[in-house]
């Protein structure tokens, strides 16, 4: 089987309208007793993937093992938004490589955004004989047929063109309480040094009914939490013609009355008044906003194709703080973007300090091979980037630990998720506003949302002990 990436096709397919289609969830007994090894890299798209690619392992009999080298099969779910993540794929390929000359029957799969570039999918064709199969994010719910009718030979199958959109997808989700949704697939935005859309194609939104089919399921089923996941959600429903749109979507999902509901990514230039107006609106919906910045410079945004200006942005930014009390918002930067000069790079610090965000992704520049982006000559020496980024950084921690600090003796509500790693007896989970809380509590608290009062911020955790009122 070979169907590498074909421009021509993609050409060729671009106009045909997207249907919905029901994912088989082919079942199997072949690999009971088998287990498997799953490697996530990448963003929150590629995690709820994972879930999928779980699902369709468990539906064939294999069960999960933490432990790489006692697998029968390994599945690396990957990424490929900058060059670093790249590597740490091809690192962990070359001890996969030495572990399949002691175990001839391992199975190798190599999944998700690397293969749907043509020169990671060539690769992998010539130099990497041993992975076994190597499928794209078009079509992972076809991995367990693939799995299943696999021989000897390399099994490369890899989708150029986006496909539809999948229902009744079985996932096996890692939480009871939060959960994933997606609400589109892909993006049509094209900033010009970002590889998404080339990697997940473009966007093709959920149908509304189906969304809301899926909330209400999780809500029955004692979810606490969803978020609504897409790489540009506020764009939702703009490939639809069916009149809805990311507000309406947002209002109808509040409706479902699940306890907590959240979105990411939005994009500044998508966001609307209307959505303003619904988050403030409805208790439901978490005052917790990531609102991607990248450049504080109106130029070099431009480079960058964001559609925005540095003042188009601080004007949403201070539009979404005045209507929405207590809002947390954070937000992504890139420094080292070509041609960025000391001067852009001050626009940059100084958005972050009119802004003062309560968190930021930050990142050096990678060209991406194939992106506009790539083509200027990546200009920026490696040791200017990370001079940018440190000093980014340290004021990106000023003021997560300034917004962590407003919180100290207040009493918040947590959705605990999970033991915490602080040491026995504390458990952790987030609050309303997305700030991770380590705290005195039981295990029995797991699950469920419970008032804490904060006792000691840091930068990047709250530490608290759970409350509990006593009725007069
Ligand atoms: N859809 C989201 C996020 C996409 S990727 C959005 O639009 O915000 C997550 C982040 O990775 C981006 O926000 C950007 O800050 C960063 N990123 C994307 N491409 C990059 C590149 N080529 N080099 C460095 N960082 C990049
Ligand atoms: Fe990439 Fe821009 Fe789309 Fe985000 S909005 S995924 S940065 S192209
Ligand atoms: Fe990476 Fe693909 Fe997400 S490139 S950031 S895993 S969409």
């Given at each position: 089987m070979m169907n590498l990436p074909d421009l021509k096709e993609a050409k060729k397919r671009e106009n045909k309208p997207v249907e919905t289609i029901m994912a088989s969830n082919i079942k199997s007994?072949?690999?009971?007793g088998k287990s498997f090894y799953l490697r996530t890299y990448g963003c929150q798209m590629n995690v709820h993937d994972s879930e999928e690619i779980k699902g369709i392992l468990t539906n064939i009999g294999f069960k999960e093992t933490e432990n790489y080298e006692e697998a029968d099969i390994i599945i690396l779910n990957t990424c490929?938004?900058?060059e670093n993540a790249h590597d740490k794929v091809f690192g962990f390929l070359g001890r996969v490589k030495h572990l399949k000359k002691s175990k001839p029957d391992l199975i190798v799969c190599v999944g998700g955004c690397m293969p749907q570039q043509d020169s990671v999918a060539e690769l992998l064709k010539n130099k990497y004989p041993f992975v076994d199969i190597v499928f794209g994010t078009h079509n992972i719910s076809d991995l367990g047929k693939l799995i299943l009718e696999h021989q000897d030979k390399q099994d490369i199958e890899v989708y150029s063109v986006e496909g539809n959109v999948y229902e009744n997808i079985h996932y096996d989700r890692d939480s009871k309480y939060t959960a994933w949704v997606n609400i589109m697939y892909g993006c049509d935005k094209f900033c010009t040094y970002c590889i998404v859309p080339y990697t997940r194609g473009k966007q093709r939104s959920r149908k509304m009914e189906d969304i809301l089919k899926e909330v209400k399921n999780l809500r029955d089923e004692g979810y606490l939490e969803v978020t609504l996941l897409g790489q540009n959600v506020n764009a939702y429903g703009k490939d639809l013609y069916?009149?809805?749109d990311f507000a309406t979507l947002l209002e109808e999902v509040a409706k479902t009355n699940i306890p907590r509901i959240r979105f990411v990514t939005s994009h500044p230039w998508d966001f609307t008044d209307k959505m303003i107006e619904i988050i403030s609106k409805y208790d439901n919906i978490m005052p917790y906003i990531h609102l991607?910045?990248?450049?504080?410079?109106s130029r070099i945004l431009k480079l960058m194709g964001r559609r925005y200006t540095k003042e188009e942005y601080l004007e949403l930014f201070n539009k979404i703080k005045k209507a929405i009390p207590g809002v947390s918002i954070t937000t992504d930067i890139i420094v080292g973007f070509p041609n960025e000069s000391e001067e852009d790079f001050a626009e940059t610090l100084d958005v972050v300090n009119k802004c003062q965000f309560d968190g930021a992704f930050t990142f050096i520049y990678s060209p991406r091979e194939g992106t506009p982006a790539a083509l200027i000559k990546d200009n920026i020496s490696m040791e200017i980037k990370e001079e940018r980024l440190q000093k980014l950084n340290e004021l990106v921690n000023k003021y997560s630990l300034r917004h962590n600090k407003e919180y100290e003796g207040k009493v918040v509500k947590v959705l605990v998720t999970g033991m915490s790693e602080k040491g026995e007896n504390k458990v952790c989970g987030y609050t309303e506003t997305m700030k991770l809380v380590n705290i005195d509590g039981a295990i029995g608290d797991i699950g469920k949302i419970i008032d804490v009062e904060i006792e000691d911020a840091k930068s990047f955790s709250l530490d608290g002990k759970k409350v509990t009122f006593v009725k007069n």
């Open positions: 007994e072949k690999f009971k490929a938004i900058r069916d009149g809805n991607p910045l990248q450049s504080g410079s």
